[in-house]
């Protein structure tokens, strides 16, 4: 599904270019859950962005289901970001006074579907995510577990082939971590494609892959040969609500300390550029 080979990114946008990436060869059949990890600056976000379609490599090729991507031109790459990859970032911006359910239809919007197909999806969406009773609500009264479960469901609504997270858990405490992983194993399961940059060990063991990055390019690729069952994680973490029925439902009133809120997470910006998907 994912060709990447020869791959290298130099920003020359500073007084010194930097290379963000080199040597990168890399493959990622169809179904397959991988972890990105390395230390700040490695390349991670970068790799992130080529894969995406959000940019272009500065030598190398990267060809998704055999197009190479380099050729398409802008109008080309939207499309296929359209059609075929779903995004959610630590900080990719939901759109702050408006509801989950307006946030969730947005890449159809986009995509052209009629608005009762819209809502219907989406609704279908944010049940898949476990916020069935939360649709109307803004992102700023909901928990950050939940604004990234509403990006997900996002991510999810025009069926893409291919998942890309970057550090999707970053803000996250250790259960709505585990409910995110739990959400990208069900959709693994279900046969989705995903790419996640993390630099939590723990989170990357519920993969079955891990790269590693270093300055920029690919050091270990590494087999995860019994990856952790988040649904099983989170049993053994206990749970905060006893009622609480579906994955990672969470009451506000269960909402555990630390639970980073949205507000914290989110630039200003009302039109992010990830918005034009
Ligand atoms: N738009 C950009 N312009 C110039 N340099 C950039 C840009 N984006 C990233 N870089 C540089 O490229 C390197 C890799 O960055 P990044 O891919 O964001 O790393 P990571 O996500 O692993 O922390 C870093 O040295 C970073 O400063
Ligand atoms: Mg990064």
């Not at 009133?253 to 980073?260: E, L, M, R, T």
Request: with cysteine.
């Amino acid at each position: 599904m994912i060709q990447v080979s020869q791959l290298a990114k130099i920003y020359t946008t500073g007084a010194h270019p930097v290379v963000a990436l080199q040597d990168v060869n890399l493959e990622v059949k169809a179904g397959e859950f991988v972890a990105v990890m390395g230390p700040s600056g490695s390349g991670k976000s970068t790799l992130m962005n080529l894969l995406g379609c959000l940019d272009t490599p500065t030598t190398g090729s990267y060809k998704l289901d055999g197009t190479e991507i380099s050729t398409l031109g802008d109008t080309g790459m939207a499309g296929v970001r359209n059609r075929k990859i779903g995004f959610v970032f630590q900080n990719f911006n939901l759109l702050p006074r408006t509801t989950a359910l307006r946030n969730v239809e947005l890449p159809m919007l986009y995509a052209g579907v009629d608005a009762r197909e819209r809502v219907k999806r989406a609704t279908s969406a944010l049940g898949r995510v476990g916020l069935a009773d939360r649709v109307n609500h803004r992102p700023n009264q909901l928990s950050g577990g939940q604004v990234q479960r509403v990006a997900i469901a996002r991510a999810l609504v025009n069926q893409p082939a291919i998942l890309l997270a970057d550090e999707p858990t970053g803000n996250l405490d250790t259960r709505s971590g585990e409910e995110i992983m739990a959400i990208f194993q069900d959709l693994n399961r279900g046969g989705a494609t995903i790419v996640l940059v993390t630099h939590e060990r723990e989170i990357a063991l519920h993969t079955s892959r891990i790269i590693h990055f270093r300055d920029g390019r690919l050091v270990v690729d590494e087999r995860v040969e019994k990856p952790l069952d988040a649904v099983e994680q989170l049993k053994s973490l206990g749970s905060p609500d006893e009622n609480h029925s579906r994955i990672g439902d969470m009451t506000q009133a269960a909402k555990p300390p630390g639970d980073v809120p949205y507000a914290q997470t989110i630039s200003g910006d009302d039109n992010p550029r990830g918005e034009a998907r």
